[in-house]
């Protein structure tokens, strides 16, 4: 990353801390206003049940002494009284100047409260989106000329794009926003089924490095005992390193895991290596004290836990053979790695005319060095051409052995004699084979 780049993190950073201090300012305030505010409703509502505790009473009271009234046979203006009940409204209640008081206070109180928080976060969203402008003003943002275009107006390529995307929501246990994705751009049965089917035991994985995550053991432990097997073959760690965590877990418990902790010990302590068996046993006499301060607590920290998780992620999916990144992520990072580059040579081409050349070509018209999580197979560039060997222009090993592109051979050959370039065997060039990485 040069200078410039630096300096425009650096801006886009100082809008975020900005915002981040906000926010978290906000959230204090927030939570403070929001309690003021309940605790005044409840009040509130407090006042008015009473109220209309009130009223319901001075009705009854006043109905029972019309009662006598009405009720009477020999009055011969019961029918009146009965009438007039029933007909002429309560007199209507009035509060009490305390609570009326009370009332008005807490509605201008709760309106104060309401407003300054609704200020507050349009205060904070001007913040946000300064974020954006900071954006904008730092970095590139037109990427048209690194664009193809016409890669996404293909319907398969997009369906193909769609499925990469629901992939990678489904390997994240999203399975509802995969769904909901699938039937909106109503992707095939077929295809659907396949974004499941590919990804179910990711997901698996990815739930178990969640739990492992929150220090939850318990499905790992599962899983691990489910592949001990393979996992031993394959001289894996894992399992060793998931039951030291669960027993240090139950040491730290204290003296109720104290009986679970020693049997847990028994049962599989045993098949540790023979040089952390009297390390792990010796932790059993911390039980009554925990870990905290001894030279076992820094098993226990964050960074452990953190640590272990990703450890399971690698090793189950290379058990099973599957990638830990979803083909998306890898895409979009490599994408992003290759997108200075690009930018670089676009004025290049510009000045070149040449932009043609970038449309309708398999390969980038650059060689963009990719950090080594990016690297699938080899590859192999030709060293006569001094290009990358494609599925048009394969590699082909010499009977001498050397190996030169298909391109290289046919420009070299003359008729079907070839002179090596390396070692000047001469050779029939039809003898040359195909050779794959
Ligand atoms: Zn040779």
Redesign the pocket.
Known sequence: MDAMDMEACASVEKELDRVVTKLEHLHKNASAEIGDIASLMSELVNVLGMAEQMVVTTLNTGTQMNAPGTGSPDDPMGENVNMQVETEPAAPQRLTDRQMDIIRDSIVKCNERVQKLSSEHRDLHGSVSKIGKAIDRNFSADFTSTMRVDALQDEDNLMLLNKAIAKHYCRQGMDDVARTLIKECKMSEEHAQDVFDSEREFAEIYNIWMQIQKRDLSEALKWAERHSGQLREGHSIVEFQLHRMRLFQLVSNGMVSQDEAIAYARTYVKNFPAKEIGYLMLSLIYVPVGLENTRYKHFLSQEMWTELSFIFLREACELLGISKNSALSVVVNAGCTALPALLNIKQVMQSRKVLGMWNGCDELPIEIDLPPEFRFHSIFACPILRQQTTEDNPPKK?T???VISNDALHKLSNGHILK?P??P?EQNAEEAVRIYF
């Open positions: 010499l001498c052995g050397h090596c390396y070692c065997v």
